[in-house]
């Protein structure tokens, strides 16, 4: 509290100096708003028309354009959207609503990002990437569902390790290193049905902020990026209905005011697919894959000072299999079902002080729940596990003048991991078993400063400190010296209160990123981050099951800390209509973890005698060009990206691969992806998307041994095979409504195929070991035919 209130004191000292000059400029502020949605633009560009100045518009839409007294004409432009020009008298301090339309008669709409025309020239981060809504539609849909996450996997740095698998990776990180946000509350698991979909409904994501490379210090908490996905403000002028029917999945959401100062927005999502299941071959109908998700949001509006939101989230998913083949529970079962829940609120509260400082407070609940359960009556069980996340945090923002934009802020989190709780069926032979629950507080503090040196240089430099802080009750063995951690090695056990702090880690965290202006629409950057990460999915499969642990740093598990080092070229044309750019990156990554050989990470008492950890490096090439403007437009990126993990340590059963560096499951050297959108006509679109990639790493069997008659493989090196590389076509048409013909309900349907050739694109290699065939390896396709899907989006 004494940082903060130092830090304030500077920076308000700062800005009573700077008014102790004489100023006679008045401004002119307000908020940039969609004229059919109500939501703020960020990113548009505001020029004074004759006067060498400009301005962007912040994330809430809102603006400051500061001049001397007269009259002037301000120019707001935004791709996308028709330009909209404001004239006016500076001679008082002008508050103004800028209301700008859609421009899809123009025909030159953004695919990719919703940045301003020439913003990934100008900003100052690095490895940053925004998307609209808008353009993540154009992208065809797997199954006619629009898909937040997969739409990610098309950015340069961004792969997963397959279709249908849960997560993403980002920059030689893994699954469990993305920190997800879904209007601040962090979301634990992204997917539906096991991978297949993301948690996320389109029809209230405003927008999507990928930051794989410069994390502003106001995140932190995991090693590798963060997604930031924000909910769009309720309609306050009138209700609406929208939604949309498909094969899979269908929506519906509900919007508008209740008053003139409140409004709400509801939206459900929901899939009944069992049907599908139940018209397919027998060893398949008595398969289960459903979900379904509400999101809610209600904002109060009093005055334009004050604004307060309160955001809801809850889904759920069952997915059973007809015949086990994931239960991993050391359990034999006919049946296995998979049950896991989300649970998110958020309540936030804007206060704009003055146009210099801006106050913004969040309280935060999140809540991950699985379980997973067998009905046989000798073996019924049932498997549960959970995490609980509370936090509050509060940013301030100070704007001095054009030059400064600083940004302070506290944050406190308070955890509680349950890893897995085992229950037995009333009649079952199955033990129950109750592991010990995790508990922490992680605090943070930061501060960053937005610097424009001139017109060509700029700077965002942050520091951020970060600590966790482990509590009881809790019991933490000791193990035996020269030997290593296993649960023959304990020697004693020390016991701790409920409350009492028994161990802290902690550490700075510097931020840099500085750009340099090269010649007009061309631009040098590079920055550097350090990242903390002090919670961690554990798990020995290549994509982790819902149901896979969720384990806290502590005393013999260190914080994840990866450094990363980020250079890049950006290039426009002059009319933006070509956006070109080319990054390299290189990450150390310390205490990465990885499984012992042989782990049994799921039930077992001592979670470090199941890991290990050791030294990991990432490093790549990121291309992407991009075509804006015209009847065609799309990009293309391609990435060359490494990962390697090195588990050294004296004792042999602490070592992977003996020691030496392997890949990561995740690595993929090369990446390509195309993206092409043709629209010829106002009302409607065609898209084609291609992907390819190399296969990712797995362990075969070295050799083959015959045990008193019983066929053994026998494993060496880890992750030093490949499975085939990876390719796929993807096809989409949208009808919309003519938007000259003016109508009250709007509509469009969407047909897509996906997979277009068929391909049988391998997500896994197995081995049966069967004595009269020399060929025991098989392949596992999830989509292995082309799959057509037709969706009716309505809205009124």
């Excluded at 992204?190 to 405003?206: A, I, Q």
């Excluded at 932190?220 to 939604?243: C, F, H, M, Q």
């Excluded at 001139?454 to 030997?483: F, H, K, M, Q, W």
Aim: aromatic residues 12%.
């Amino acid at each position: 509290m004494r940082f903060l209130v130092l830090l304030l004191s500077v920076c308000l000292l700062n800005g009573a100096l700077a008014q102790q000059k004489p100023q006679t400029a008045y401004s002119a502020t307000g908020y940039v708003r969609d004229a059919k949605s109500g939501k703020p633009i960020q990113g548009v560009n505001i020029v004074v028309i004759d006067v060498s100045k400009g301005y962007v518009t912040a994330k809430d839409g809102y603006y400051v354009v500061t001049m001397l007294p007269g009259k002037y004409v301000l120019k707001f432009t935004h791709v996308g959207y028709r330009p909209k020009y404001d004239t006016i008298t500076l001679d008082k301090l002008l508050f103004r609503e800028i209301v700008m339309e859609d421009a899809t008669k123009d025909l030159e709409e953004v695919v990719v990002t919703s940045e301003a025309p020439d913003r990934n020239v100008r900003k100052v981060e690095i490895g940053v990437t925004e998307l609209s809504i808008r353009s993540i539609r154009r992208i065809p849909p797997l199954m006619g569902e629009v898909d937040i996450v997969r739409s990610l996997l098309l950015l340069p740095g961004v792969t997963t390790v397959g279709e249908g698998a849960p997560g993403f990776n980002v920059r030689g990180g893994s699954a469990d290193q993305n920190l997800v946000l879904f209007d601040d509350a962090p979301v634990f698991n992204s997917s539906h049905l096991m991978g297949f979909f993301s948690v996320f409904n389109p029809d209230v994501v405003r927008d999507v902020t990928l930051n794989r490379g410069g994390v502003a210090a106001a995140y932190g908490g995991r090693a590798s990026s963060v997604l930031d996905v924000r909910i769009r403000e309720p309609n306050t002028d009138k209700w609406g209905v929208n939604g949309g029917i498909g094969l899979i999945s269908s929506r519906l959401g509900v919007e508008g005011p209740i008053s003139k100062k409140l409004s709400f927005l509801a939206a459900g999502r929901a899939s009944f697919s069992d049907w599908l299941f139940a018209l397919g071959p027998p060893n398949l109908r008595g398969t289960k894959a459903n979900f379904y998700d509400i999101t809610t949001k209600l904002k109060y509006q009093p005055n334009e000072q004050h604004t307060i939101t309160l955001t809801g989230y809850f889904s759920r998913d069952v997915f059973k299999l007809a015949s086990d083949s994931l239960s991993s529970a050391e359990i034999n079962a006919s049946s296995t079902q998979f049950d896991y829940q989300t649970l998110n609120g958020t309540l936030r509260w804007n206060y704009f002080i003055s146009k210099q400082l801006n106050l913004a407070t969040s309280a935060v609940f999140a809540q991950y729940g699985a379980d997973l359960s067998a009905p046989d009556s000798a073996n019924a069980f049932n498997l549960r596990s959970g995490i609980w996340h509370r936090q509050l945090k509060t940013d301030l923002t100070y704007t001095p003048n054009e030059t400064h934009q600083w940004q302070t802020g506290l944050s406190v989190i308070d955890y509680l991991v349950q890893p897995n709780t085992r229950t037995a069926g009333p009649f079952s032979n199955i033990l129950p078993i109750d592991l010990p629950r995790e508990r922490a507080y992680e605090l943070a503090a930061y501060v960053q400063d937005e610097w424009k040196l001139n017109a060509n240089v700029a700077l965002l430099a942050g520091l951020r400190y970060s600590a966790l802080l482990n509590r009881g009750p809790a019991e933490v063995r000791t193990y035996a010296e020269g030997l290593p951690r296993e649960d023959e090695s304990v020697v004693s056990r020390q016991t701790y209160d409920a409350g009492q702090i028994y161990h802290s880690a902690g550490g700075l965290e510097p931020r840099l990123a500085v750009r340099w202006s090269v010649g007009e629409g061309k631009s040098i950057k590079a920055g550097f981050s350090r990242l903390r990460q002090y919670i961690q999915q554990v798990t020995n499969t290549t994509a982790a099951l819902p149901t896979s642990r969720w384990h806290l740093s502590d005393v013999y598990t260190k914080p994840q800390i990866a450094d990363q080092w980020s250079l890049g070229y950006f290039r426009n044309t002059r009319d933006n209509a070509v956006e070109a750019s080319a990054e390299v990156y290189y990450k150390t990554m310390q205490n990465a973890i990885d499984f012992r050989d042989g782990a049994d990470l799921q039930l077992a008492p001592a979670v470090e005698t199941q890991i290990v950890q050791g030294s990991g490096q990432a490093y790549g090439f990121e291309g992407l060009i991009k075509k804006n403007k015209g009847l065609w437009t799309g990009f293309a990126s391609y990435t060359y990206a490494r990962t390697f993990l090195t588990m050294n340590s004296p004792f042999r059963e602490e070592r992977v691969n003996n020691g030496r560096a392997y890949p990561a499951n995740f690595d993929k050297p090369h990446t390509l992806n195309v993206l092409a959108t043709y629209r010829p006509l106002t009302w409607f679109s065609l898209s084609l998307n291609f992907t390819y990639s190399t296969g990712r790493p797995i362990t075969q069997p070295y050799a083959r041994a015959r045990i008193n008659g019983v066929f053994v493989p026998i494993y060496v090196d880890r992750n030093q095979q490949r499975i085939p590389d990876y390719h796929r076509l993807d096809f989409s048409m949208t009808f919309e409504q003519n938007p000259e013909k003016k109508k009250r309900n709007q509509s469009s349907w969407v047909f897509s195929v996906y997979n277009v050739y068929a391909r049988k694109n391998a997500y896994s290699v197995f081995f049966r070991l069967n004595p009269r065939s020399l060929s025991d390896a098989y392949k596992l396709s999830i989509f292995a035919t082309a799959f057509p899907s037709l969706t009716y989006n309505f809205k009124f």
